[in-house]
């Protein structure tokens, strides 16, 4: 999506809360002037030491050069430099690139590969764009977060778009074609802290794939490019725990809440591993907030919501999700999942009910493939 600023113009499942939490793609940090010291990074016990290349992110080919001399900076269109260069790199007939939230690259490998997520995008578009001399940034918007599971890691995932100015308008580039949200808040980004995003997005690739050595690895090579990302400090933390390094875990749950302390996954996941290790007194310490979290956050009942349907545990599903409408009652999703515990309930009325409301809070695209009951 283009939009002018100036006019105000995106699985399997573990035991509910004993699931180590990773989180993934575009999870930022709360930036603060003085950050607390942080302490080095512990050694991956039982595992030698893996070397990740230095990546430059916005590395550009002579292709990517080519594409925005005839698209930005030889055309004789009477638009802007960076309205020309946006509707290129977003017109499928001329850049043919495919939105696709799994895959991470920098800026010239997803040039040729013509497919990526929104940071990979966003590092191509702000590549090109300062190639044309425009001034080009990475922001953040703050949406609600998606909670996925895979292979036993709950994810967790932000939003990242570009940002380019010119002639005193600032045009936002999103490769997803999300709408911009009323009261929308957003945040730049430097670069070094995309960087950071783009290893700690492998990072949790691989520790999908339980590769820990390897997840071991970027996320300290993302610390290396942006020191103090609490949400770094916190994917660590579960490297540890599932390497059997409890010591070096909390060290890395604690350290990320001394950078965020509305680090709520860093707080969970440091409240289990006291529970498991029989540390009740400082279980309780922290157990107000941690439930306070997830009593507050109407997404992650959801999740516990699809837990329990899978589960068969339909009574626990519609508890879970009414909590979660109370919460939040405009999100399709969760009267989607509530219509399907009420069915297999047996409340078929009831399910239709809320199937209807569901697809009456759905974004339109979505009636393609219209919401239905089995």
Known sequence: MMANENRHGLSRRGTAW?????????????????????????????HAPFEIPDVDL??????????????????????????????AALDPYLLHFDYDPM?????????????????????????MARDAGLKAWFQEVIVPPEWSAVNETLLVSKHV??????????????????????????????????LAQYYNNLGADALIGNDLPLAHAYFSKALEARPGLAYVWSNLGVVFRRNEQTADAMLCYRTAIDLNPQNTMALNNLHTVYTEEGDLQAAAAIARQVD?????????????????????RWSDAIDLLNRAIRLEGNEYRFYYTLAQAQYFAGNTELAYASLERARELAPTELMDDPLTLP
């Open 103 to 127: 895959i991470t690259l920098p800026a010239d490998e997803a040039f040729r590969a013509g497919r990526g997520n929104c940071l990979t995008f966003s590092s191509m578009f702000v590549a």
């Open 161 to 194: 778009n570009a940002v380019v100015a010119e002639w005193g308008s600032r045009y936002i580039i999103d490769v997803s074609r999300r709408k911009k949200m009323p009261l929308e808040e957003t945040r730049r980004m430097d670069d070094e802290e995309a």
């Open 292 to 312: 306070r979290n997830r009593r507050d956050n109407p997404y992650y009942l959801h999740h516990l919501a699809e837990v329990a349907n899978e589960e068969q």
């Open 18 to 46: 004993r699931l180590p939490a990773v989180l993934v793609a575009m999870l930022l940090a709360a930036c603060s002037s003085a950050p607390p010291r942080q302490p080095a990074i512990p050694a991956l016990a039982g």
């Open 58 to 87: 916005l590395r550009l080919t002579p292709e990517m050069r080519e594409f925005t001399e005839r698209y930005a900076k030889r055309s004789s269109n009477n638009a802007s430099k960076a309205w020309r260069l946006a509707y």
